[in-house]
Antibody
Framework: QVQLQESGPGLVKPSQTLSLTCTVS??????????WSWIRQPAGKGLEWIGR???????NYNPSLKSRVTISVDMSKNQFSLKLTSVTAADTAVYYC?????????WGQGTLVTVSS | DIQMTQSPSTLSASVGDRVTITCRAS??????LGWYQQKPGKAPKLLIY???NLESGVPSRFSGSGSGTEFTLTISSLQPDDFATYYC??????????FGGGTKVEIK
């Protein structure tokens, strides 16, 4: 059974960097076939895809966030990570990691990140 | 960017009703479309991929159809567990992958 689990600080100050990690179990990021994505959802709003990474380290980002986003992978730990710089209150959301084969078939439970001083 | 527009945004229905949700793409996406169900406080769950293919374990009362720019998700007989918000998602283009705004199915 594939499982994903997000971890990281739940509170980030404005202008600082949001950092989250997704730990994958039941599947190996290094095996290929799938991309691994970050998606976010502000309270009461819809879903926004942030970006994805392949096992080669190849990435694709949402152009609306591209200047502030970095997604990286650590295959030794079977983890991938998100960094979002210069955050504002608009970045407050539940952040999900998900396995991506076009659609998103396995998701983490989500983690709430609040941007506030 | 490919914009995905869902209608209606809210739908009131009763148990046993047949329910249809529409998703329109701003340009042709062939059949590269998925549908998700999301309940409060939970991650979305994939229901349908490639417009009409039922994900493993999803009840057969859910079905999807369409191609090009217009798609539908149908629930043939609404069950109490189906009251949730539904999202469509295109994957014809990853720049960016994009979701519809959601359709909330409420109890009438």
């Amino acid at each position: 059974q594939v499982q994903l689990q997000e971890s990281g600080p739940g509170l980030v100050k404005p202008s600082q960097t949001l950092s989250l990690t997704c730990t994958v179990s039941g599947a190996s990021i290094s095996s290929g076939t799938y991309y691994w994505s970050w998606i976010r959802q502000p309270a009461g709003k819809g879903l926004e895809w942030i970006g994805r990474i392949y096992n080669t380290g190849s990435t694709n980002y949402n152009p609306s966030l591209k200047s502030r986003v970095t997604i990286s992978v650590d295959m030794s730990k079977n983890q991938f990570s998100l960094k979002l710089t210069s955050v504002t209150a608009a970045d407050t959301a539940v952040y999900y990691c998900a396995r991506t084969g076009g659609t998103f078939d396995y998701w983490g439970q989500g983690t709430l990140v609040t941007v506030s001083s | 960017d490919i914009q995905m527009t869902q209608s209606p945004s809210t739908l009131s229905a009763s148990v046993g009703d047949r329910v249809t949700i529409t998703c329109r793409a701003s340009q042709s996406i062939s059949n590269w479309l998925g549908w998700y169900q999301q309940k409060p406080g939970k991650a979305p769950k994939l229901l349908i991929y490639k417009a009409s293919n039922l994900e493993s374990g999803v009840p057969s009362r859910f079905s999807g159809s369409g191609s090009g720019t217009e798609f539908t998700l149908t629930i043939s007989s609404l069950q109490p567990d189906d009251f949730a918000t539904y999202y469509c998602q295109q994957y014809n283009s990853y720049s960016p992958l994009s979701f519809g705004g959601g359709t909330k199915v409420e109890i009438k």
